[in-house]
């Protein structure tokens, strides 16, 4: 089977397409011109018959017109040669008579030899052009075969294309219904992943509820282990401030540590008159302390209180204003 690309016809032709379809378009065009040209070389077979046969008739007519005027002529000559004999006037010699006789003869036969030349070569032309166009009608003939031949293989491999493609139908249609099975399965597999992290999810909603009650317990606890821890300082440093000890640093409420936070660290009543107001009222913040902003030497007896320095020197003590 010809390619499209290398497809060429005397036909005008367009090359044939890959589906089947076409291919059975182009043969029936092909088949109508081929029968079209077949047609066509027997009209000029005709045609070149039908001039010949004129031409020969023209020829035969002018034939006969001409042995007409001859014998015309002829019959003229005598009849006016018997007449100069019966009346005894001869305007001509005799000799003139046979010489146009003569002359004019030979005219008629040069005239005959070329007719008959020309029948020769119109002969000779037509047998010529009869066999050019026998050759060519073979030619075409043989063409027309190979073609046949060619359209049977395309008929062949049209007839294998079907079956490949009922075949490749079959196979898509198989797989078709493969994937939509594996899709379905995969479908319900997600279904069931979903399922399963719908309920992780769940479980961690559970364990974050569990975790953020834990942390308010353990924060609870911390708070209350800080609470205790600033109170059992704060008991060491009323033992420690009576037995004229340097006062131990009291944790805050988180836990943290004064120094922590850059404070100065307070282990007699004197540390605590040497603050500012900023740091004191910080202390006291720390130690969740309540008090008023407008409050001064207050403030002090406060963090003395919340640090455990009630010993009778720390309690005496006068504090003097926040520089």
Request: charged share 35%.
């Amino acid at each position: 089977m010809m390619s499209n690309e290398n497809f060429d016809n005397d036909y005008n032709l367009p090359p044939p397409n890959d589906s089947a379809e076409d291919l059975k378009i182009f043969i029936k065009r092909y088949e109508r011109s081929v029968d079209s040209t077949l047609l066509e070389i027997d009209e000029n077979k005709r045609e070149a018959l039908e001039k010949y046969i004129e031409e020969r008739d023209r020829k035969m007519k002018y034939e006969i017109e001409c042995n007409e005027r001859l014998q015309g002529w002829k019959k003229l000559a005598i009849e006016r040669e018997i007449s100069e004999e019966q009346s005894g006037e001869v305007q001509f010699p005799r000799w003139i008579d046979e010489w146009a006789n003569t002359k004019l003869g030979g005219i008629f036969e040069r005239i005959f030899s070329k007719m008959d030349s020309m029948q020769n070569d119109m002969n000779s032309r037509f047998d010529a052009m009869q066999n050019e166009m026998n050759s060519r009608f073979d030619a075409v003939q043989n063409e027309m075969t190979s073609m046949k031949g060619e359209m049977a293989e395309m008929k062949v491999e049209m007839v294998e294309m079907k079956r490949e493609t009922i075949r490749l139908n079959t196979r898509i249609d198989l797989l078709e219904q493969k994937t939509e099975a594996r899709f379905q399965s995969i479908e319900q597999r997600f279904n069931s992943i979903d399922q399963r992290f719908n309920s992780i999810d769940r479980r961690f909603d559970s364990m974050e509820q569990r975790l953020d009650s834990m942390d308010q317990k353990m924060e609870t606890i911390d708070a209350r282990s800080c609470r205790s821890i600033m109170l059992t300082r704060k008991l060491e440093n009323t033992t420690r401030s009576d037995q004229g000890y340097l006062a131990s640093p009291v944790p805050f409420l988180n836990g943290n540590e004064p120094a922590n936070s850059g404070l100065p660290p307070i282990e007699r009543v004197e540390d605590i008159d040497e603050l500012s107001k900023e740091q004191c009222v910080q202390y006291l913040k720390g130690y969740g302390i309540m008090f008023s902003p407008a409050e001064t030497i207050k403030l002090k007896k406060r963090l003395r209180d919340a640090v455990g320095l009630w010993s009778k020197a720390s309690t005496e003590y006068e504090f003097h204003q926040f520089h």
